[in-house]
C-alpha cells in the first residue's frame, strides 16, 4: 500500500521560503508509472494544484505560482520537495503531496496534508 | 485556466436518498474529469476518473457521467459515511483545475 507523508515547519514568515518534503513509501519516486504532485487548500477554500515532477526530473508549474515555485524529487531518499519562495498571507493552507498515475494522471493517493502558516 | 462550476454548492440529503451533483466546465474537457470525497480534516479520495470510470474499491452507489462541459456525479442510495464535500477536477488541460466543492450535509 503506498502512503505519502509530507514533512516541514507549520510556521513560515512573510518573504521567507517554505519548504516541504513528501516522503513515499511503499512504492517508488523513481517509477516511470507515476508524477509526484503538490496541490494546496487554503483553510475553509477548494484546492489548488501547485505543480508536479517526474523521476526524470522534468517538471511542470501552475502559471500563477510558477515564479515561486521548485518541485525536486531525491531518489536516493525516496521524497520529493516543495519550495514556495516569499510567501505572503495568502500561502497559508494545507499543502498535500499526491500521486498520479501516469497513464490517467489523476490523484490516486494523497498525503495526510500539513497546515502551513505564514505569519511573524 | 478551465473553470469549474459545480452545483449546488450545500446539499441537504437524508439516508438513502438519490445525490447528484452538476459540474460545468468554462470549455469542453472531453471526458477528463474526476471526482473526488472530502471529509473534514482528511485529503481528498479519488471516487471517479476519466467521467465515468469507478475507482478501484469505491462502491458502487457512486458513478459519474457526461462529456464536454457537463458532468454529473450521482449517488444511487445516501450512506452515513458519504456526508462529506465534493470536488470536481479537470484534466484536460493544464493546469488541473478542481471545482469550488459541494457540501453534502444530513438532512
Known amino acids: 500500500q503506498v502512503q505519502l507523508q509530507e514533512s516541514g515547519p507549520g510556521l513560515v514568515k512573510p518573504s521567507e521560503t517554505l519548504s516541504l518534503t513528501c516522503t513515499v513509501s511503499?512504492?517508488?519516486?523513481?517509477?516511470?508509472?507515476?508524477?509526484w504532485s503538490w496541490i494546496r487548500q487554503p483553510p475553509g477554500k477548494g484546492l489548488e494544484w501547485i505543480g508536479y515532477i517526474y523521476y526524470s526530473g522534468s517538471t511542470n508549474y501552475n502559471p500563477s505560482l510558477k515564479s515561486r515555485v521548485t518541485i525536486s524529487v531525491d531518489t536516493s531518499k525516496n521524497q520529493f520537495s516543495l519550495k514556495l519562495s516569499s510567501v505572503t498571507a495568502a500561502d497559508t493552507a494545507v499543502y498535500y503531496c499526491a500521486r498520479a498515475p501516469a497513464k490517467t494522471r489523476y490523484f490516486d493517493y494523497w498525503g495526510q496534508g500539513t497546515l502551513v502558516t505564514v505569519s511573524s | 485556466d478551465i473553470q469549474l462550476t459545480q452545483s449546488p454548492s450545500f446539499l441537504s440529503a437524508s439516508v438513502g436518498d438519490r445525490v447528484t451533483i452538476t459540474c460545468r466546465a468554462s470549455?469542453?474537457?472531453?471526458?477528463?474529469l474526476a471526482w473526488y470525497q472530502q471529509k473534514p480534516g482528511k485529503a481528498p479520495k479519488l471516487l471517479i476518473y476519466?467521467?465515468?470510470t469507478l475507482q478501484s474499491g469505491v462502491p458502487s452507489r457512486f458513478s459519474g457521467s457526461g462529456s464536454g462541459t457537463e458532468f454529473t456525479l450521482t449517488i444511487s442510495s445516501l450512506q452515513p459515511e458519504d456526508f462529506a464535500t465534493y470536488y470536481c477536477?479537470?484534466?484536460?488541460?493544464?493546469?488541473?483545475?478542481f471545482g469550488q466543492g459541494t457540501k453534502v450535509e444530513i438532512k
Open positions: 476519466a467521467a465515468s
Open positions: 470549455q469542453g474537457i472531453s471526458s477528463y
Open positions: 477536477q479537470q484534466l484536460n488541460s493544464y493546469p488541473p483545475t
Open positions: 511503499g512504492g517508488s519516486v523513481s517509477s516511470g508509472s507515476y508524477y
